[in-house]
């Protein structure tokens, strides 16, 4: 077979056959395979028929149908199958060839497989591809890391299928070494989880606080797209509001309240635990998904567990809805500020110098959460690159400011009606507690030296001596050796 393809994919699924379409429209041409052959068939005779596709029967049929430094992206099931896939095809290529795995792989793993690769003299790059199968065909947002030198030869066709931002800058760039691009598609992905969960919260408030009708609450969410809201979930909440099924019904009454989840999140929270970073936002958003995954057990507890009787208060439906919006934007910004913080403590534990504001960029277009927002973001780590909290910049220290009466009253209003908001009232209690100076930490750490002798710092001398109280007379002089998990 004559080397003709520019690049190589592997696994025709959802994800795999947008984006060789997406690679095909803009000019490239691209050698398939799928372990199910039929498949590849399928694809070549169907929605690929006619174009620069190559069907390939085996790896080695895939290989040599690539032009070098050969290029082949793999988008299989994260785990076992990655590690398969790569030991079939390092004997089939050459040095300086590249594998790339686009797949949702946890950053560990792929911190692991690029050292393991380089050592047989290949490159390796594992992307973060977001945007699901709309963006895949259209323009996905794109966060590769791994082997520094693989990236001038996949910047082009990565740089070309991406999404554009409005003012034309490609949603995609090097991200950093080894597991750098998975690991910020993971916090990607757990901000959309926070995301996500702050806008249920607010439909939860609508609905069953406000007693608002499906049409009423698609008009409001209408009017916050076309403000400083704007985005894409924002976008899909509207008309997810507003669609009918074929009888009539609204198709949102009918699903049934239990949500689902692929891990990625619950990584993120992992992750934040490990790095010791106050993740409380994101954290809140995947237990909210296990507890609504107990379907049967709250159908029964809401049958003897009982509730507060307090009436919605007289104030002007448009002033709550205001105060909603302003507490749903709030909230936002914490969860952006304690993933970015994450990013950071991430950097620094594995030595990537990551782009704070290209990150942003990035995620302006293509993915689950781009939004105007993002834009914001931008600018704050072009005025200032060692920021160090996205609430300490300018804009958004002003914007927390206007909207934080709004934001405690809406707390306040979900505590007195029954109206669960773990994700709002955690990501308040984060600000709360960012902002205060001296928090009740003192007397944890004096419990902890007194019944474990862990020691503690004093306000009146220098950070990094540490002290022991004997604390009943009994415990003597020694105590445990200081350390931190």
């Known amino acids: 077979m004559n080397a003709q393809a520019d690049i190589g994919m592997i696994g025709l699924a959802v994800m795999g056959e947008n984006l060789v379409l997406n690679m095909v429209h803009h000019g490239y041409t691209v050698a398939v ?168 919260e607010t439909y939860h408030m609508m609905r069953d606080g406000l007693r608002m009708s499906n049409e009423d609450m698609h008009k409001v969410f209408a009017e916050w797209y076309e403000g400083e809201l704007n985005s894409y979930l924002i976008e899909i909440t509207r008309d997810i509001l507003a669609y009918r099924d074929e009888n009539g019904q609204y198709t949102l009454d009918l699903i049934l309240d239990a949500a689902g989840q692929k891990g990625t999140g619950k990584w993120t929270v992992i992750a934040a ?96 959460i781009r939004s105007v927002f993002l834009g914001e973001i931008k600018k704050a780590f072009d005025r200032n690159p060692n920021l160090v909290n996205l609430l300490l910049d300018p804009f958004f220290r002003k914007a927390v400011r206007r909207g934080l009466s709004a934001w405690r009253r809406t707390v306040t209003l979900g505590v007195k009606l029954g109206i669960p908001m773990p994700a709002m009232s955690s990501a308040l209690a984060y600000y709360d507690g960012y902002r205060t100076a001296r928090l009740p930490a003192n007397l944890l750490q004096a419990q902890r030296d007194y019944f474990g002798a862990h020691t503690y710092e004093r306000v009146d001398r220098p950070r990094g001596e540490f002290f022991h109280t004997n604390w009943t007379g009994r415990g003597g002089t020694t105590s445990a050796s200081t350390y931190t998990v």
């Open 33 to 200: 395979y799928n372990r199910t052959t039929s498949k590849v068939t399928d694809f070549v005779n169907g929605r690929a028929k006619g174009l620069s596709v190559i069907g390939c029967m085996s790896p080695q049929e895939l290989v040599a149908a690539l032009k070098r430094p050969r290029k082949i992206m793999m988008l299989v099931k994260a785990g076992k199958a990655v590690d398969d896939l790569i030991e079939q095809l390092i004997p089939l290529l050459e040095p300086g060839d590249i594998l790339i795995d686009g797949g949702n792989s946890h950053f560990p793993d792929t911190i692991r497989r690029t050292a393991y690769v380089e050592s047989k003299g290949l490159l390796y790059i594992g992307t973060g591809v977001s945007g699901g199968e709309e963006g895949a065909l259209r323009g996905p947002s794109m966060m590769p890391g791994g082997s520094p030198a693989a990236w001038p030869h996949v910047k082009e066709i990565f740089q070309s299928i991406c999404a554009k931002t409005p003012e034309g800058e490609p949603c995609c760039d090097w991200i950093g070494e080894n597991g750098a691009g998975h690991f910020v598609k993971m916090v990607h992905n757990g901000i959309e989880y926070g995301d996500m969960q702050m806008i249920c």
């Open 273 to 368: 635990l490990d790095t010791g970073q106050p993740l409380t936002l994101i954290a809140e958003a995947v237990f909210a998904r296990c507890l609504s995954s107990l379907k049967e057990e709250r159908v029964e507890a809401s049958k003897v567990l009982s509730g507060p009787s307090a009436k919605l208060p007289r104030r002007d439906r448009a002033a709550i809805l205001d105060d909603l919006r302003r507490a749903l934007y709030a909230s936002k910004i914490v969860s952006y500020a304690q993933g970015y913080q994450l990013m950071r403590a991430a950097a620094k534990e594995y030595n990537w110098n990551l782009n704070y504001g290209g990150i942003a960029l990035v995620w302006r277009g293509g993915c689950i």
